[in-house]
């Protein structure tokens, strides 16, 4: 499994979740600003991607993913990323444009960065990391 | 007036995650109407606000009320039956996922032994509690209804209701803004805090509950539907894709365009989008069946 087998039946998830035609649902589309998902959809979007690919995504994951490494006080300071949190966050979202992320950016915002892709390796790393029995079942 | 429409809660689980309810319907209800025989039935959609009221007393008290869910997803309401004035509704809800941002469930509703309201896939975020009421005052309405008792319920049949003049409240668009006949039609609400549902729904945050913009939006499919000129005659089986994607507040312009989705010999879909200030709020489908009875 890859970001390219997940991407066809993440977009009819995704277009599904947001109302939207298949062919406005890009690999490199920003889930806010490009498809404008609210709150809401994401919780409908991660309940709808566990049920068809049988995963548990549990909250914050995405986010947690992004930390990589650092603990939370080296990843943000006061509700705004630190230096070394931004570095940890741009190697994880490697299929995000540079100039998307801007400087002295809050972790709230960090949402407005994920993208069609973000969320099919998220898929990806979680069939990845799942028991060999839940994959068997 | 009030919002709160759960009568008792008879039987709570938090092992099963199940809860188990009734609510009577009588001429004190104000959420009533006259349907085409001039029965007075219980308006369709508050009988799924009821059944998510009272899930969401369950969720609540998982949570030792810190938090308390609000609408959000649902993913299939289907209204087998009409309930009516002399009714008790038999309440049961199954709580599927519970955790500190959201809760999942599914639920039923009866008449008797006849199953009028089937909801599936709802989704709803769970919320801090003083952003919308007070802890102790939800505490305490809490203790009034959660009184154990016995299920099944056993109502009297056969009822004669008696008949008198009966005030409701309107839950309708307040003006039809355009219209193509058989393709499309918008309407506008504009939202007032005179409205008798705000002082409960909530005290700290009144905004619109979902189901009284369902209602609406099934009062709008009736309008669409007299305009369309169709010769068939329809009533609403299932609201499908059910999303509220923001709160509607006092002060807010509601703006709904409906659109025929898809149409067959025997049924229609109809596509309902609400925007607040271009903000998508509200979507969802509605399917209905062509029909003896109408809407």
């Known amino acids: ?137 | 007036m009030h919002f709160l429409l759960v009568d008792r809660i008879v039987q709570l689980s938090s092992s099963a995650g199940s809860v188990r309810g009734i609510k009577h319907i009588t001429p004190d209800d104000v959420y009533i109407y006259a349907d085409s025989q001039a029965r007075m039935c219980f308006m369709p959609c508050l009988i799924g606000e009821t059944l998510g009221q009272m899930t969401a007393w369950a969720a609540m008290a998982q949570c030792d009320f810190q938090k308390r869910p609000v609408a959000g997803v649902v993913s299939c309401a289907t209204l087998h039956h009409s309930a009516y004035v002399g009714d008790t509704l038999a309440l049961e809800s199954w709580i599927d996922d519970l955790d500190e941002e959201s809760v999942r469930y599914h639920g039923e509703v009866y008449v008797g032994e006849r199953l009028i309201f089937r909801l599936e896939g709802a989704l709803g975020p769970m919320l801090p509690m003083d952003d919308f009421i007070d802890r102790s005052t939800v505490l305490r309405q809490f203790d009034q209804i959660n009184r154990p008792g016995e299920w099944p319920v056993t109502t009297v049949t056969q009822q004669q209701p008696i008949t008198m003049a009966h005030r409701s409240v309107p839950l309708h668009f307040d003006a039809i803004t355009e219209c193509e006949p058989g393709v499309r039609l918008c309407a506008v609400k504009r939202i007032t805090r005179s409205a008798p549902y705000f002082p409960d729904h909530f005290p700290h945050k009144p905004v619109l509950p979902l189901t009284v913009l369902l209602e609406c939006k099934m009062n709008l499919a009736q309008a669409f539907l007299n305009r369309a000129g169709l010769s068939s005659v329809y009533r609403v089986r299932e609201l499908q894709r059910i999303k509220m994607s923001d709160f509607v507040q006092p002060g807010d312009e509601l703006h709904t365009q409906l659109t025929l989705k898809k149409q067959s010999e025997h049924a229609l879909v109809l596509h309902f989008r609400s925007t607040v200030a271009n903000r998508r709020v509200c979507t969802l489908d509605m399917v209905l069946d062509a029909s003896e009875e109408g809407v």
């Open chain 1, 1 to 137: 499994m890859n970001i390219d087998s997940v991407f066809p039946k993440m977009k009819t998830i995704i277009a599904d979740v947001l109302v939207l035609d298949e062919d406005e649902v890009q690999l490199s589309s920003r889930l806010i600003s490009d498809l404008g998902a609210e709150s809401i959809d994401f919780l409908d979007l991660v309940f709808q991607l566990e049920k068809e690919f049988s995963i548990k995504i549990p909250r914050g994951q995405l986010e947690k993913n992004a930390r990589g490494h650092l603990s939370e006080q080296e990843f943000e300071q006061k509700g705004v990323i630190t230096p070394a949190g931004m570095d940890a966050l741009k190697q994880y979202l490697s299929e995000v444009p540079e100039d998307y992320f801007k400087p002295n950016m809050k972790l709230s915002e960090i949402p407005m960065l994920f993208t069609v892709e973000t969320f099919c390796k998220l898929i990806v790393a979680a069939k990845t990391e799942q028991p060999l029995t839940q994959q068997l079942a």
